[in-house]
């Protein structure tokens, strides 16, 4: 991991829509995120945080401006390319832990190794369950969980494959306030222990004391918190 650079947007744009009904989703926007670190992004809604969290995921690719990954420009890559370097260098953890309904907590992270091309670089499934707290749980499937530890298996399995950057989408959204604190409290842990750039969208100000930095998206610029 000592390669890594981390998570770096230079005078990023995005417009979606055509004619008058395009809207300028990301303006110029500039943000770098280091191995290690924990960056909270808060804003209105509307306000381009998904477009943040897709463009930084090579899912979109800008109009304008470039897209880091330990010093790797992802815009200029094939869109194989860049379903490749997704899959094998970036994490995502969603709003609800997104797992799959026919697969216990285990087999989750077991079909993440599986699927990885850095199966030797990765984490072991049993321990990587153990260290976010859900070995106990590990022959259990997501109906059998509550939503703190869907989100601990969701984290665990994003971090499986030992990425450079995790992106986390609005974790603690159905969460009570305690569970919130927990999970990201593990996302922070987690950050550090794995040298990983984490980049957390949320509305919730209540764990903001558990992230290194914030920054505040509004009708699609970054500012500092």
Not at 50 to 69: C, F, I, N, R
Not at 139 to 159: F, K, M, T
Not at 165 to 184: Q, Y
């Amino acid at each position: 991991m000592n390669d890594r650079t981390g998570l770096a947007l230079s005078g990023v744009t995005v417009r979606l829509g055509d004619g008058d009904a395009m809207v300028t989703a990301l303006d110029d926007v500039n943000l770098t995120v280091a191995p290690g670190e924990l960056v909270a992004v808060v804003g209105p809604s509307g306000a381009g945080k998904s477009s943040l969290l897709a463009v930084a995921g090579a899912l979109t690719v800008p109009e304008k401006g470039t897209v880091g990954v330990d010093g790797r420009d992802l815009t200029g890559m094939s869109v194989k390319q860049r379903a490749a370097y997704r899959r094998d260098h970036i994490g995502f953890v969603f709003q609800s832990g997104n797992l799959i309904p026919a697969l216990t907590s285990l087999e989750q992270l077991r079909l993440v190794a599986k699927l990885s091309n850095r199966r030797a670089d990765g984490r072991d499934p049993a321990e990587l369950l153990a260290d976010v707290g859900m070995a106990h749980k590990a022959d259990r499937r997501p109906h059998q969980l509550s939503g703190g530890e869907r989100q601990r298996v969701g984290i665990a399995r994003a971090l499986m494959g030992r990425p450079s950057v995790l992106l986390v989408d609005e974790p603690t959204a159905a969460l009570d306030r305690a569970r919130s604190h927990d999970v990201v409290q593990l996302l922070a842990r987690e950050t550090k222990e794995s040298g990983v750039a984490t980049v957390m969208v949320t509305h919730d100000h209540a764990v903001l004391e558990h992230c290194d930095r914030m920054v505040e998206m509004i009708d699609g610029r970054l500012s500092a918190g």
